[in-house]
């Protein structure tokens, strides 16, 4: 499955944004899928996954309770919404999956990634 992220931009403290990773391909719906970010100079981290059917999710810890994940398989979409933001969530964003949930820590699919900019 082939995956593009959208969304980023440049946002205040305390904002909010949406992002969106669309899939192409016919087997999108079987796709664990999971964001990750990035900061440059440093290590990807784990932002949060979902399940192929959405029925189950996770978080990284520094993100719980601000970040949800959804996806739309009937639009081969998938999205982070992102509150509360902080400047520490400055980061590129990837969206990523694989079809066994158990790989999902290093996925086999990847977009590119979207920029996000929290200024204090």
């Known amino acids: 499955v082939q995956l593009q992220a959208s969304g980023g931009g440049s946002v205040q403290s305390g904002g909010s944004l949406r992002l969106s990773c669309a899939a192409s391909g016919s087997t999108f719906s079987s796709y664990a899928m999971g964001w990750f970010r990035q900061v440059p100079g440093k290590e990807r981290e784990f932002v949060g996954g979902?399940?192929?059917?959405?029925?189950?999710?996770e978080y990284a810890d520094s993100v719980k309770g601000r970040f949800v994940i959804s996806r739309d398989n009937a639009k081969n979409k998938v999205y982070l919404q992102m509150n509360s933001l902080k400047p520490e969530d400055t980061a590129i964003y990837y969206c990523?999956?694989?079809?066994?949930?158990?790989?999902?820590?290093?996925?086999?699919?990847w977009g590119q990634g979207t920029l996000v900019t929290v200024s204090s």
């Open positions: 990523a999956g694989d079809q066994d949930p158990l790989n999902l820590g290093n996925p086999e699919s």
């Open positions: 979902i399940s192929w059917n959405g029925d189950s999710t």
